[in-house]
RNA sequence: GGCCCGUUCGUCUAAUGGUUAGGACACUGGUUUUUCACACCAGCAACAGGGGUUCGAUUCCCCUACGGGCUACCA
């Protein structure tokens, strides 16, 4: 069986789309999967609109997903160069090649060479969609190949770069679909093999249109910038048009590596909705190690103003949020009242449970002072705490409500928030009292 | 308009010529509970429509409708 080698060739003209992420992923798996090479080839022939940044943007957004590349405009490889900016000799020589046989000519009043096209069908297998049968009148027949004799348009650059870097399968977005009868023509007029093609249902945003930029965010770095992880991404881009045919939903790159194939892939578009993403975000923020998590929310905290001198003491805050946020970036809201200097600035009666009374509140909030006050500094565990707390409650014959309400209050300033216990013991004993008693006096 | 591609719960999807059409997310209700969340349990919800073929179609074929893509000297 002859190697398999597949290629996203993005366009560095804008940042990197999250339907050419998904390609990119797909093409990787599939290559990946089955020992092959995936290569990255930067398509700047338009030079109007290619810029360095985007290039920059678009790997960056590639190697954040945490996928690799065995050729690449970084990295080089057998192929290169991977720019097609720089590869313009073999244009050229196609170009010549394609005039000096008359399968090609240039436009008259202009230095537009077009390929001859005589009417005919094109028929080709897609791997996802079976058949597919292009008319050449569809396009009007002959078709522009380049601006001039060194300067190629996509069409001659893709099937001109896809031969000589050998790529056997070309995996890419629904938008190409009625592209490639005129790559293969354009194959049979240089002589060039015909690689399988596979073309990916597009993503759509709610409106069941193409994901675009105006409807939402298309840039995937943008998911980054917003707390994703990005192995949440992989796996729910994967599973977007793709599965692995039974009720797995949670997949790792290493197991999408192991069942991926094209069969699995929908025909139908499918939208990009980030209600599911979220969902799948919280279950692998939830797997997090305490120290990956600080890790990976360091950013995140630092850009919100936050010195994370202490971590053990912020990767014990973060934890007890880890399991209530949807992504990385509420993190920093989320831990404020961990702060040594919060202020504090809630309103006092809110202090009261709501079947209490203020008096039995400052009562309890004096109560509490004393009774973790005379706490072991040992002892004070989040378990410790609330074996010892809940068993005072009932020696004392108090309500659990009207005991913790305040107390949570009183460290959090929040109606909702983690368990008083795993805040207290987050907090340690002396910024715990420290804030019971400011309460106690706020109230009074 | 032309050409191409598509169409299973709201969304992502599974399965099948004969099933109570399955799962997940979302949603609703309940349990638990100091709040919220989590967890657990339960529930709601789909084969676009019409013709065929067939003993029997969601499944195969045709038509229609609807949706999307392309229709550049962008990629």
Known sequence: MAKVRTRIAPSPSGPLHVGTARAALFSELYSHGQGGKFIIRIEDTDQERSKPEYEQAILEGLKWLGLTWDEGPDIGGDFGPYRQSERTESYTAALTKLLDNGTAYTEAG?????????????????????????????????????RSATDPVFHLAVVVDDAAMEISHVIRGEDHLSNTARHILLQRALGLPEPAYAHLPLLMDDQRRKLSKRAGDTDLLSYRDQGYLPEAMVNYLALLGWSPK??????????????????????????FSEEKLVAVNKAYLRELSASDLLARARNHLEAAGYTIDDESYWSAALQTEQER?????????????YKPDWPADYEAPALIWKKSTKEATLDVLGKLVEFLSAVAEDSYTAEALEQTLMQWIADNQRDRGETLWPMRYALTGREHSPGPFEVAAVLGRKLTVERLTAAHAKLK
Do not use: C, M, Y
């Not at 009417?119 to 008319?135: A, C, S």
């Not at 039974?246 to 939208?271: C, M, N, P, W, Y």
């Open 110 to 146: 202009s230095e537009a060479i077009k390929l001859t096209v005589e009417p005919q069908e094109v028929t080709f297998n897609d791997l996802i969609r079976g058949e597919v049968t292009t008319h050449s009148d569809t396009w009007g027949g002959d078709f522009v190949i380049a």
């Open 246 to 271: 039974d009720d797995r939903e949670h997949l790792t790159h290493d197991e999408l590596l192991k069942v991926f194939s094209l069969a699995g892939v929908q025909k139908g578009g499918a939208i």
């Open 325 to 337: 946020v949807a992504t990385l970036a509420e993190l920093p809201a989320a831990v404020e009242f």
